[in-house]
């Protein structure tokens, strides 16, 4: 049975970091590829970030340069490091498995920013 489930959401002030973790079981988390997702209120569900198996990453343009996607498949677990924080990065952020044309879901965790 996939589970994924994350950690680290919370609030934090405008220009501060966060760490948000998801721990993976269920499949070989080795060989897939995972990414993170956002929906604001009001808003779809959108793409932050995306790591291959391989480790080639993208990015959406609003997170560029200050959020990164680690993956460590010794723990099965990704993680999305944020940094520079903005109000409009407030959301909740899903960790996601996108496998033999299934999207796999976690539960989701709150990051408010505060301005």
């Known amino acids: 049975q996939v589970q994924l489930v994350e950690f680290g959401g919370g609030l934090v002030q405008a220009g501060g970091s966060l760490r948000l973790s998801c721990v993976a079981s269920?499949?070989?988390?080795?060989?897939?590829?995972m990414g993170w997702y956002r929906q604001a209120p009001g808003k779809q569900r959108e793409l932050v970030a995306r790591?291959?198996?391989?480790?080639?990453?993208n990015y959406a343009d609003s997170v560029k340069g200050r959020f990164t996607i680690p993956r460590d498949n010794s723990k099965n677990t990704v993680y999305l490091e944020m940094n520079s924080l903005k109000a409009e990065d407030t959301a909740v952020y899903y960790c996601?498995?996108?496998?033999?044309?299934?999207?796999?879901w976690g539960k989701g965790t709150l990051v408010t920013v505060s301005s």
């Open positions: 996601n498995n996108p496998r033999g044309g299934v999207n796999y």
């Open positions: 790591i291959s198996s391989g480790g080639t990453t």
């Open positions: 269920g499949f070989v988390f080795s060989i897939n590829t």
